[in-house]
């Protein structure tokens, strides 16, 4: 479970977003600029990041506030799983990314293979549908439900990307140091458990 600090600096900052979005009177617009400063202020007290960075990554949307999606490619290989290397922190990652509008899960999930592993694949099904909140990750500003979908390689060969400087498999029982933002290394042994179990249910948090 996530910091109780971290849940209400979100929560104060939906509320803020929201009211911002859709109130008229001048004085409660007032009122969500302070609410929406206070989440700022929580935030940089409890990270080392700047209030103006806050600003611009956390307190800066528009509109009703809803959770952000990020979707990941899982693929296999005699019975290993496909994972890159991340130049942001030189640790790995299943492929995947923020949803792009415009595209499918699905489509997004052969995208961000493609683009970061060098491979073409198909999208097959989902796996997991998982509240970032619930698993374990470092904290951050957002509300995220990650999608882990399975793909199928169809042709292409290891590349690096923009992103990533590395490709390769890994076996369950060796795994690298993993890119706990994007992937734990729970939630990669729940995705071996549905190459062994291929009638095992979509998990939804």
């Given at each position: 479970m996530e910091e109780k600090w971290l849940t209400w600096a979100k929560e104060i900052q939906a509320i803020a977003q929201s009211g911002l979005t859709y109130g008229k009177d001048v004085y409660d617009i007032e009122?969500?600029?302070a609410l929406r400063e206070l989440?700022?202020?929580?935030?940089?007290?409890?990270?080392f990041e700047s209030k103006e960075r806050i600003r611009l990554?956390?307190?800066?949307?528009k509109g009703y506030c809803t959770p952000k999606v990020d979707?990941?490619?899982?693929?296999f290989q005699d019975g290993k799983i496909l994972m890159v290397r991340e130049k942001l922190d030189g640790k790995w990652a299943l492929p995947g990314g923020w949803a792009d509008i415009g595209l499918s899960p699905k489509e997004i999930?052969?995208?961000?293979?493609?683009?970061?592993?060098?491979?073409?694949?198909?999208?097959?099904?989902l796996l997991a549908v998982l509240d970032k909140k619930f698993h374990g990750h470092p904290p951050e500003p957002y509300h995220i439900y990650k999608m882990f979908i399975l793909c199928r390689i169809t042709g292409g060969e290891a590349a690096e990307g923009l992103e990533?400087?590395?490709?390769?498999?890994?076996?369950e029982d060796a795994l690298p140091e993993l890119s706990l933002e994007?992937?734990?290394?729970?939630?990669?042994?729940?995705?071996?458990?549905?190459?062994?179990?291929?009638?095992?249910?979509?998990?939804?948090?």
């Open positions: 009122r969500y600029e989440s700022v202020d929580i935030l940089a007290n409890y990270t990554a956390f307190a800066s949307d979707i990941r490619g899982v693929v999930a052969v995208k961000e293979i493609r683009e970061e592993s060098g491979y073409l694949t198909e999208a097959v099904s990533t400087d590395g490709v390769a498999f890994f076996a994007r992937n734990t290394e729970a939630q990669i042994r729940l995705m071996f458990e549905f190459l062994l179990d291929p009638q095992k249910n979509v998990i939804v948090d």
